[in-house]
């Protein structure tokens, strides 16, 4: 049976709004210096998980659909995001912004019916996932073993808050490197989040990927002095991050990668990124979720 719940009803004028402290994962540093009814809340949601997220797969730019859980995780944001939107009596629905790989668009689809998206979803390919071009089809021990390179440029900054100019411009082989997708994608979410202001709407919901939130993320760090710089975990599929973005440009993380609505069933997948250790021995660990060592979210 569907998870989902009514869509909320929106009336009345805006409430003030008060930045979320960041989640757990990645506590806040400092105090935001602007009123967050000036910028556009921009709630960016990680796309529910594939059959090549469990079997530890690159996916990139290849287009993999959601599996059970996946979908299931979708309604799990739709549910989460309503509910945010409710309790602050929003005066009207977000606009609802998706890649156009099928992982996203039907996570943001649920997302878009749970909130009473009164537009349906924009699909737009600058949110789809970074290229990964030779890595793309291999499981994270193949790809460590044939491409070493590309592999560890991808595996140890994908989700990094802090990249060397000389790795965020390295470019996988036959795909992209992390500079040209963050350019793509902070492009599109800042031309989201204008277009949501000039009509009168508030908060903008994007449905990316790993790669591509991992950018986002780099964004909005590189607005940031050295000591403000805050710890963060891996995004997990389904998580939801929330960003201010104010008209000058400028960003301010207010959580990030929040996973408190993924529970039960729709408990999101990790691995250990430890190239060294088997696929299968990560299935088994997935399998008993409690002798897991310290793990990272599976990419992408």
Same mark, same amino acid.
């Given at each position: 049976p569907s998870l989902l719940r009514a869509a909320p009803k929106f009336s009345g004028a805006p409430r003030a709004t008060r930045v979320a402290a960041m989640s757990s994962a990645a506590p806040?540093? $400092?105090?935001? !210096? %602007?009123?967050?009814?000036?910028?556009?809340?921009?709630?960016?949601?990680?796309? $529910?998980?594939?059959?090549?997220?469990?079997?530890?797969?690159?996916?990139? !730019?290849?287009?993999?659909?959601?599996?059970?859980? $996946?979908?299931?995780?979708?309604?799990?944001?739709?549910?989460?995001?309503?509910?945010?939107?409710?309790?602050?009596?929003?005066? %009207?629905?977000?606009a609802v912004w998706s890649s156009h790989l099928s992982r996203a668009?039907?996570?943001? !689809?649920?997302?878009?019916?749970?909130?009473g998206s009164d537009e349906g979803v924009r699909q737009d390919a600058r949110l789809a =996932?970074?290229?990964?071009?030779?890595?793309?089809?291999?499981?994270?021990? =193949?790809?460590?073993?044939k491409h070493a390179e590309d592999w560890w440029t991808f595996s140890h900054h994908w989700a990094a808050p802090?990249?060397?100019?000389?790795?965020? !411009?390295?470019?996988?082989?036959?795909?992209?490197?992390?500079? =040209?997708?963050?350019r793509r994608v902070v492009a599109c979410l800042e031309e989201a989040c204008r277009e949501a202001l000039v009509v009168g709407r508030s908060t903008v919901v994007a449905v990316t990927h790993g790669g591509a939130l991992g950018q986002v993320l780099k964004h909005a760090v590189s607005q940031l002095a050295a000591d403000e710089v805050p710890a963060t975990a891996s995004p997990t599929n389904a998580c939801i991050s929330t960003f201010y973005v104010e008209p000058s440009g400028r960003w301010h993380i207010a959580a990030w990668a929040e996973a408190?609505?993924?529970? $039960?069933?729709?408990?999101?997948?990790?691995?250990?990124?430890?190239?060294?250790?088997?696929?299968?021995?990560?299935?088994?660990?997935?399998?008993?979720?409690?002798?897991?060592?310290?793990?990272?979210?599976v990419e992408q």
């Open positions: 806040a540093s $400092g105090s935001l !210096s %602007f009123a967050p009814g000036a910028a556009c809340e921009l709630i960016v949601v990680r796309h $529910g998980e594939t059959e090549w997220n469990k079997e530890l797969r690159v996916q990139g !730019s290849t287009d993999i659909e959601l599996n059970a859980k $996946g979908r299931l995780q979708a309604e799990r944001c739709a549910e989460a995001i309503s509910e945010r939107l409710a309790k602050r009596g929003a005066a %009207f629905p977000p668009a039907v996570t943001a !689809s649920a997302i878009a019916a749970g909130v =996932e970074w290229d990964l071009g030779v890595l793309e089809g291999m499981r994270k021990d =193949e790809a460590a073993q802090v990249v060397a100019d000389d790795v965020a !411009s390295r470019v996988i082989s036959g795909g992209e490197s992390m500079l =040209e997708v963050r408190d609505h993924l529970t $039960g069933d729709a408990a999101p997948l990790v691995a250990n990124y430890n190239a060294a250790s088997s696929c299968a021995e990560e299935a088994k660990a997935e399998e008993k979720p409690e002798e897991m060592p310290a793990a990272v979210a």
